[in-house]
């Protein structure tokens, strides 16, 4: 660390291809240097290490030489790294590149150090609410003002394997928690057995439909699960199609789903989280594309993933690796991984509030 902090001043005009940020000037003769600063550069790293990252941007308020220090691209990495995996949602404007986790990181092949701090900043769930937080007061205005007029519920089609393959029911933990979400209005459309829309009020204000899209009827949903078998999706029909020299697969909705993808005003997909048990990542990528297809609807309405477990104490897989499975970044309208557990509805709200800002934003446009 030492030697790539001051290799940036002894390379001058030679024919060097990395660029070291520059060391942290020390202070004039006669400026008093604090204990810390006084130690070698890795050991102030090494401390620094120790240090959240809220703790370290306040360091680095205190003086120029701490501002220079606290923004070492090796330090923000490990930040990144290590925090990443504990992060409870990540959306479109804010999902890390997949080459943080599969580059290494060298001095000698790169021409310019990769700004970890920057992405760490843009990725972190509490810099995104204090952003959100900061909004413009015309903003609040504008909300108030669309509140006083009278809007039609929006509607969203909730469906995935998350939905009929957990030990916990995330749809009978809803219609039965009215402390955290209230029912306002019981079941009133029915398709085909395989579906039926329920009205929510969100913080005792909003109200808002899901509809609930299960891969075949309850009786069958049953039968496998007593047999341990995978149920046949009714939802779905495969085509096949061939691109260049080999066979593509992907699927349509069928007519009555295709009815509803046609009205609702954003999605919910419901992710198994679970690490402990095997997934079809392609395949639900495939079924999701199906589902907001453009040609059944507006192109950019919000897709809420939820990315849900069973109960507190199961294993899951942190939201950017879900993301990143499902290839969310290959998506062109908004959406959001959330954290979810079935048992507490925990992280449910969150993601709730976000569908509704999204879906609201839409509406006003």
Not at 152 to 163: D, H, I, N, T, V
Request: hydrophobic share 40%.
């Amino acid at each position: 660390l030492r030697e790539r902090w001051t290799r940036g001043s002894r390379e001058r005009g030679g024919t060097a291809t990395f660029a070291a940020p520059p060391r942290p000037a020390l202070p004039e003769d006669g400026e008093e240097v604090s204990a810390l600063q006084a130690l070698p550069i890795d050991v102030q790293l090494n401390i620094m290490s120790f240090l959240s990252p809220q703790d370290l941007c306040h360091l680095g308020s205190t003086s120029c030489y701490w501002r220079a220090a606290v923004q070492d691209p090796l330090l923000w990495r490990y930040f990144l790294l290590r925090d990443l995996p504990f992060w409870t949602s990540v959306d479109w404007k804010s999902l890390p590149d997949v080459e943080i986790f599969n580059k290494a990181f060298s001095e000698v092949s790169d021409s310019v150090l990769y700004d970890y701090m920057a992405v760490y900043k843009k990725s972190c769930p509490q810099s995104r609410r204090s952003l959100k937080s900061s909004r413009p007061r015309y903003g609040a205005v504008t909300s108030f003002l669309q509140s006083l007029v009278t809007q039609a519920e929006p509607r969203f089609a909730m469906f995935g394997p998350g939905l009929e393959e957990l030990d916990d029911s995330l749809v009978q933990k809803m219609m039965t928690c009215p402390e955290i979400l209230l029912v306002a209005g019981l079941p009133q459309r029915q398709i085909h057995g395989i579906g039926s829309g329920v009205s929510f009020q969100f913080n005792n204000n909003q109200k808002f439909n899901i509809l609930t899209l299960y891969s075949t009827t309850s009786v069958e949903r049953r039968r496998a699960r007593a047999e341990q078998a995978v149920a046949v999706n009714k939802m779905f029909y495969q085509e096949n199609s061939i691109v260049g020299n080999q066979q593509a697969v992907h699927y349509s909705v069928i007519a009555q789903v295709k009815k509803v993808c046609e009205v609702v005003d954003g999605f919910i997909y419901v992710a198994n989280a679970e690490a402990h048990k095997k997934h079809d990542r392609q395949e639900e990528l495939a079924r999701i594309l199906a589902m907001i297809d453009p040609a059944l609807g507006p192109p950019n309405r919000p897709l809420l993933v939820l990315s849900c477990i069973s109960h507190i104490g199961v294993k899951r897989i942190p939201c950017v690796y879900m993301a990143h499975q499902l290839q969310l970044n290959l998506l062109r309208q908004p959406w959001m991984v959330q954290d979810t557990v079935a048992a507490t509805l925990a992280g449910l709200l969150n993601g709730i509030e976000w569908l509704l800002e999204e879906a609201n934003c839409k509406n006003a446009q």
